[in-house]
């Protein structure tokens, strides 16, 4: 199982990104998925979670200006970033967690991480 995020860059504050993690791999079931955020210094910190069935939430600092969805179909998940701030200045990771068989417990992934830079 493989978790691969694109969508990073350089924005201007103020501006909007969207970051798109899609899993591939031999898959029975995507459980929840999520998007973490690490900034230089710092530890990873939790931006969003959705469940399988759409259910949502969001860190502190992000909540009115981040939207997290999924698209079962696609295995994919993404991060509509609205009303950047120089702190959101970090690397983006996502993460699922994923199950490759009816009989076979869940187990958790990340992705490799895209880099986002807010200028101010």
């Known amino acids: 199982v493989q978790l691969q995020a694109s969508g990073g860059g350089l924005v201007q504050a103020g501006g909007a990104l969207r970051l798109s993690c899609i899993t591939s791999g031999n898959i029975f079931r995507i459980n929840g998925m999520s998007w973490y955020r690490q900034a230089p210094g710092s530890a990873r910190e939790l931006v969003a979670v959705i469940s399988a069935g759409g259910y949502t939430n969001y860190g502190a600092s992000v909540k009115g200006r981040f939207t997290i969805s999924r698209d079962n179909a696609k295995k994919a998940v993404y991060l509509q970033m609205n009303s950047v701030k120089p702190e959101d200045t970090a690397v983006y990771y996502c993460?699922?967690?994923?199950?490759?068989?009816?009989?076979?417990?869940?187990?958790?992934?990340w992705g490799q991480g895209t880099l986002v830079t807010v200028s101010s």
């Open positions: 993460n699922a967690d994923v199950r490759v068989a009816a009989d076979v417990p869940t187990t958790n992934y």
